[in-house]
C-alpha cells in the first residue's frame, strides 16, 4: 500500500482548512459531547446565558425565559389560575402587569421605532413602542417591578461581575472595563441579549406556510382556503394589516405591519380585579410613548406579529380572548351583519377601554365571514406554527 | 506544469471526497454542548443500556441510580396528580403525558430531573407543584433535551411529564452536583 507524500496530506489539510473557514462546516472546536460550563465564545452564547439567567432577577427567580419560554415559542405557558395566562406574573411570585407577555419569536423584525413621513408611529417594541430597539427592549423588564424587579441598573451590573463567565466575555467581546462603567455594561447585555433574539432559534422560518412556499409542503384544501382569504383585499383583507412585505405572499414575512391601532379591545376587567390596578386606571397604549404622545393615539397598540399564533393566546394587548376564533370574530364585528355575541361570554362584546379613535372605518371594512370561512382562515393561522410546536396543535 | 496541474486536481478530489465522507456524520451528529450546570451523569444514563421501565402512574421504592423509561399515555386520555399549572396549548392534545411516584427521596437538596424529549418536566410534593430552581435544554441534545433544578423536600415525590410528541421517554433524576 502506497503512502500518501506528506506534503499531499498537508495540502489537503490546508485545503479542508480553507474549507472550514470559507464554509464553517468544520468548526474549530471539537464536536464532542463536553457538556462542562459552557463557553461563551460568541455574542450569541452570551446572550442566550444571560437570557436564561434567573440571578437577573431582585429575588433570582425570574429570567428572560420565564416569561418567554422556547418550549412554546417564546411566550408565557404559565396559567397562573385566575389570572387564566392573560399576563405573567413577576420575580415577587405576587405581582402581575397588565399586558400579555408577547411571543420573542421573530419579534427582531420588527422594525426601529420611527414616526413614518406621514406622521404615523411605526415599529419599536412593546405594545406602545417605547423601546425604539430591541436592545431597549431588552433592558426594560430586568428593572420593571412587575417584572424582574431589580432596583436600578447598577444592581444588575453587581449581579453579572458575580458571573466569571460574564466576568470574562464582557471585556473580550465589549472591552476592558466594561463592567466598571454602569452604563456601557448595561448597554451591552442589552446588546448580548438582541444579538441572541435575532439568531435562527427564534426565527426558523420552518412552518408549514414557509414550507409550502418553498415547495416542501402542500396545504390542505381549508388551508389553502384560509390563506386566500388571508391575502384577498375584498374579503379577510387580514393583509391590510398583517403584513410587513407588501400584498401577496413573500418568504421571510412575519405578518405585521407594525403600525398602530385602536381596534377597541374592552379592558380585561379579571386581570384589573387581581393586579391591583387602581380605579378608573385606563391603558392608553401608544399615548403613553413619550416619542409618540398625543391625544391621538390613545388606545392604539402594535399590530402583533401572527407567527405561532395559534399557540400563543390568550390574545390581544392584554389577554382578553382565549381563543383565536373570539379574536377573528371581534375582527369582524362592526361589519353590517358581524357577530354581536363574544363567544367565550356569551354576552354583546364589551365597550372599548378607549373609544377614542377607533379604527372604526378599517373594522367596518372587515366583512363578516361565515364559519367555514373563519374555520378555513384558523387553518390558515395554525400553519404559521414553527415545525418543532406543530405537535402542539389540535 | 502538467504533473503538477495532475497533484493539484488529485489534492483537490481527495480534499472533497474526504470532506463529502465527513459531512454526514458531522451533519447527523448531536450536540450537547452548552448547558448551563452539568449533565454528563444524566447524558450517559440516558444512553446506558440498564434503565428501569415503567409504565405512566408507577411507583419506585427509592430514588434511581439510572434513567427510568417512562411509558405516557394520551394527554387527553390521562389526568395528572397534580394539574401542570401550564396553558392548554402549551401541551396540546395530540401529545403524550404521564408522571410516576418515587415513594421517599432519602434527604432533602437540590435536585436535578432531566427529560430525554420535548415536553414539560414537574415535580410535585405533598399535592402541590414545586417552583423550579433554573432550568437548561439544548434542542441539539438527542440524549438529554432539559434539566430542570428544583429543591425538594424528603419524603415521597411526584415526577410528571406533559405535552410530549413521543410516547415513550426517558428521565433522570439525581442531587445536583
Redesign the interface.
Known amino acids: 500500500m502506497r503512502r500518501r507524500p506528506p506534503r ?1 496530506t498537508a ?2 489539510a490546508a ?2 482548512a480553507g ?1 472550514t473557514l470559507a464554509t464553517g ?2 468548526p474549530a472546536a471539537p ?1 464532542a ?6 463557553s461563551l465564545g460568541t455574542l450569541e ?1 452570551l446572550g ?2 444571560l437570557f ?1 439567567d ?1 440571578n437577573l432577577s431582585a429575588n433570582r ?1 425570574q429570567s428572560c ?1 420565564s416569561c418567554h419560554s ?3 415559542a417564546f411566550t408565557d ?4 389560575g385566575k389570572i387564566e ?1 392573560a399576563v405573567s406574573v413577576g420575580a415577587d ?1 405576587r405581582s402581575f402587569g397588565d399586558r400579555n407577555s408577547p411571543s420573542a419569536s421573530y419579534a427582531s423584525f420588527a422594525p426601529e421605532f420611527r414616526i413614518s413621513e406621514g406622521g404615523e408611529p411605526v415599529g419599536g417594541f412593546f405594545w406602545d413602542g417605547r423601546a425604539r430597539t430591541l436592545e431597549e427592549q431588552a433592558g426594560g423588564p430586568p428593572l420593571n417591578p412587575v417584572e424582574m424587579g431589580m432596583p436600578d441598573k447598577q444592581s444588575v451590573v453587581a449581579r453579572l461581575k458575580e458571573n466569571p463567565r460574564y466576568v470574562e466575555a464582557f471585556p473580550a467581546f465589549f472591552g476592558t472595563g466594561v463592567l466598571d462603567d454602569t452604563e456601557q455594561a448595561y448597554a451591552a447585555m442589552t446588546k448580548a441579549i438582541a444579538v441572541y433574539e435575532r439568531a435562527s432559534d427564534f426565527a426558523p422560518f420552518d412552518s408549514k406556510y414557509d414550507r409550502s412556499l418553498r415547495g416542501e409542503a402542500m396545504l390542505t384544501g381549508a388551508e389553502a382556503m384560509g390563506r386566500d382569504l388571508f391575502f384577498s383585499p375584498g374579503r379577510g383583507n387580514c393583509g391590510a394589516c398583517h403584513l410587513s412585505n407588501g400584498p401577496g405572499a413573500a418568504e421571510k414575512e412575519v405578518f405585521s405591519g407594525f403600525k398602530y391601532y385602536n381596534i377597541g379591545t374592552p379592558a380585561n376587567r379579571n386581570v384589573r380585579a387581581l393586579n391591583g390596578s387602581k380605579p378608573g386606571f385606563v391603558d392608553v397604549g401608544l399615548a403613553a410613548n413619550p416619542a409618540a404622545s398625543g391625544a391621538g393615539h390613545d388606545g392604539k397598540f402594535r399590530v402583533p406579529g401572527l407567527r405561532n399564533v ?4 390568550p390574545y390581544m394587548h392584554n389577554g382578553i380572548f382565549k381563543e383565536l376564533r373570539t379574536v377573528l370574530l371581534f375582527h369582524q364585528r362592526l361589519s353590517l351583519d358581524g357577530p354581536r355575541i363574544n363567544p367565550e361570554t356569551g354576552q354583546p362584546w364589551d365597550a372599548p377601554e378607549v373609544h377614542a379613535n377607533l379604527a372604526a372605518g378599517n373594522l367596518k371594512a372587515v366583512p363578516a365571514l361565515s364559519e367555514s370561512e373563519n374555520a378555513a382562515l384558523i387553518a390558515f393561522l395554525k400553519t404559521l406554527t414553527d415545525k ?1 410546536h406543530e ?4 | 506544469m502538467k504533473h503538477a496541474a495532475r497533484k493539484a486536481n488529485t489534492t483537490t478530489f481527495l480534499a472533497i471526497a474526504l470532506l463529502g465522507a465527513m459531512a454526514i456524520p458531522a451533519a447527523a451528529q448531536e450536540d450537547c454542548t452548552g448547558f448551563s450546570f452539568p449533565v454528563e451523569t444524566e447524558i450517559a444514563w440516558m444512553k446506558a443500556a440498564d434503565s428501569e421501565s415503567v409504565e405512566a402512574g408507577a411507583k419506585l421504592p427509592g430514588l434511581p441510580a439510572k434513567a427510568v423509561t417512562l411509558k405516557l399515555k394520551m394527554t387527553r386520555d390521562i389526568a395528572l396528580p397534580v394539574k401542570s399549572g401550564r396553558k392548554k396549548q402549551a401541551i396540546g392534545g395530540g401529545t403524550y403525558s404521564g408522571w410516576f411516584e418515587i415513594a421517599s427521596l432519602p434527604k432533602g437538596g437540590v435536585y436535578q430531573i432531566s427529560l430525554s424529549h420535548d415536553g414539560w418536566i414537574d415535580a410535585a410534593q405533598n399535592g402541590e407543584l414545586v417552583q423550579s430552581q433554573t432550568f437548561s435544554g439544548r434542542p441539539a441534545c438527542k440524549a438529554v433535551r432539559k434539566s430542570v433544578r428544583y429543591e425538594l423536600g424528603a419524603g415521597p415525590l411526584t415526577v410528571q411529564v406533559a405535552g410530549s410528541p413521543v410516547e415513550t421517554v426517558k428521565v433522570t433524576i439525581r442531587e445536583a452536583n
Open positions: 499531499a495540502r489537503i485545503a479542508l474549507l462546516l468544520f464536536l459531547q463536553s457538556t462542562a460550563q459552557p452564547k442566550r446565558a436564561g434567573r427567580r425565559v422556547p418550549d412554546l405557558p404559565k396559567e397562573l395566562g411570585g395559534a399557540i400563543t393566546g418543532r405537535r402542539l396543535l389540535d
